[in-house]
Structure formats: structure tokens, C-alpha cells
């Protein structure tokens, strides 16, 4: 079994930082991508950033130039460094991994999710 913990969320003021934190523990060969995922009451869950293996990423249009996603390989851990917070980007905010693990002699991939992290920005 695979463990997904998100830590580092809270209240800012517009214009603020925030990092977030996501690590990943049990069963994991290894981790080959990481997502940052947030859904606001009434919305869908989106995508805002994310991670490969070879430590390319890619974020959403809305955070791009402010939100930086890196990653700790040996320690299975990821981080959202958040600047210029909006009251807009007020959302639970989840991490997802992607991982191969073993199953019996087996090599097999999986996602799992965090349960999230709650980040408020105010006006």
C-alpha cells in the first residue's frame, strides 16, 4: 500500500506564499510522476501542476509564472512553492502519484491520492 500526505496549506493574505508538501511512503519501486491537483467548492478538480521522472514539468495557465512544483527523489517527496497567492486560487489542494510497485515478482503502476491540504486566500 502507498501513502500520499499533502502538508503546508493554511489562510494567506493576497499576494503570499505558501508551500505545499507531498510525500509519498510504502510500497513504491518507483515514482514516475507527481501532480498537484486543486478543486474549489462548486468546481471540478484541475490540474495545476505537474512532474515526470526526468524532472520536466508543466503547469496550468492560471499559475504559470507563480507556482513552482520540484521534487525530492531520493526522499519520494514534492513541493509546491506558491507566490502571488489570488483569492481565485482558494481550493483544497491535492497531490497525486503515479509509482510502479511490486506485486509478488510483478511490476505493476498505480496512482494514489492525497486526502488534501486547504488553502484560503483572502482579499
Known amino acids: 500500500q502507498v ?3 499533502e502538508s503546508g496549506g493554511g489562510l494567506v493574505q493576497a499576494g ?20 498537484w491537483y486543486r478543486q474549489a467548492p462548486g468546481n471540478q478538480r ?6 515526470n521522472s526526468g524532472g520536466s514539468t508543466d503547469y496550468a495557465d492560471s499559475v504559470k509564472g ?11 517527496t514534492a513541493y509546491l512553492q506558491m507566490s502571488s497567492l489570488k483569492p481565485e486560487d ?5 497531490c497525486k502519484a503515479g509509482f510502479t510497485y511490486y506485486s509478488g515478482s ?16 483572502s482579499s
Do not use: P
Request: charged share 15%; hydrophobic share 40%.
Open 106 to 121: 510483478w511490476l505493476k503502476t498505480a496512482d494514489s491520492w492525497g486526502q488534501g491540504t486547504q488553502v484560503t486566500v
Open 66 to 76: 507563480r507556482f513552482t512544483f520540484s521534487r525530492d527523489k531520493g526522499k519520494n
Open 16 to 35: 503570499g506564499s505558501l508551500r505545499l508538501s507531498c510525500a509519498a511512503s510504502g510500497n513504491i519501486f518507483n515514482i514516475h510522476h507527481m501532480g
Open 3 to 5: 501513502q500520499v500526505v
Open 90 to 94: 482558494t481550493a483544497v489542494y491535492y
Open 46 to 51: 484541475e490540474l495545476v501542476a505537474s512532474i
